[in-house]
């Protein structure tokens, strides 16, 4: 296991001149190196240091920066799909597979010949983020139907809110926000989430809020959670979720249990 970088099998490749020059010079110019390393940043591409012909060692190079012969310049989303998982990363070269054509299959749908060199993966759990071990964890989608909007987070613990609310900010805001209890030990709906999201209804699964341990966010005693409904799918059962005009939602609950009424 590496932190932050790794040594790579050294291979040969040709540097678009404009990622040497920031992009300001230097297209259709090509200088040749030799990729040596690389680095991971959580939530960053993937990027490559470069021994260069001129003696020069370029770093902070990502994917579409290298070909092996003049060709038209590729986009970074096509050619890598994810960003890095975490800042610790383990480099193989799986001995059967190495040197070996492939085809590769690119997110544009196009697939182009290959050869393989390694294998990047990702590892500690301190760092890791992005991953799910259950169907509903570490999920989540934006629905929209007109200005009503419906969020639903799976079971993400309060790290990765903070990282969605750094990233996106207001645009996370629901009138509905869908999210279950995070795993034993890790807390979410945290304060600084559900002041951004500003849900006017939240709908729990699995715990009742009353013996929730991962809640990071006492309702009783906050008076600024008070124009937010609270729903416990262990009482209200299935729920029918309406859009209305004006992004506002109808909410209907199939039954209640312990004689609670709507």
């Known amino acids: 296991m590496a932190f932050l970088n790794n040594n790579t099998p050294n291979f040969k490749v040709l540097v678009r001149n404009e990622f ?3 992009q300001e010079k ?20 993937v990027t490559f240091c470069v021994l260069l012909e001129n003696g020069v060692l370029f770093t902070g190079l990502p994917i579409n920066a290298f070909c092996t012969k003049p060709c038209d310049k590729q986009s970074l989303s096509d050619l890598e799909l994810w960003d890095c998982l975490s800042y610790d990363n383990n480099l193989i070269e799986m001995n059967l597979l190495k040197g070996m054509n492939c085809s590769v299959f690119l997110k544009n749908k196009t697939k ?10 990702f590892c500690n759990s301190s760092t890791l983020s992005g991953l799910s071990e259950t169907p509903n964890e570490w999920k989540m989608f934006l629905w929209e139907h007109g200005r009503a909007r419906l969020l639903w987070a799976g079971s993400i613990p309060a790290e990765v809110e903070k990282e969605l ?3 996106h900010g207001s645009d996370l805001q629901a009138g ?6 995070a795993k034993v030990g890790q807390p979410n709906l945290t304060r600084e989430w559900l002041e951004v999201v500003q849900p006017k209804t939240i709908i729990r699964w699995s715990r009742a809020f009353e013996e929730d341990a991962s809640l990071s966010v006492d309702f ?7 124009e937010m ?7 209200t059962g299935c729920l029918t979720l309406r859009p209305e005009e004006g992004g506002n939602w109808k909410v209907e609950k199939w039954k209640e249990k312990d004689g609670d009424e709507d």
């Open 112 to 121: 182009e010949l290959a050869r393989y060199l390694f294998t990047i993966d």
């Open 176 to 181: 509905i926000l869908v999210q279950g209890p």
């Open 220 to 226: 009783s005693d906050w008076a600024w959670t008070e």
């Open 165 to 167: 609310v750094l990233l």
């Open 20 to 22: 040497l020059f920031n």
């Open 26 to 45: 230097g297209h259709g110019e090509y200088t040749p190196g030799w990729v040596v390393n690389l680095r991971t940043v959580k939530g960053m591409a």
């Open 229 to 235: 409904e609270l729903l416990q799918l262990e009482k």
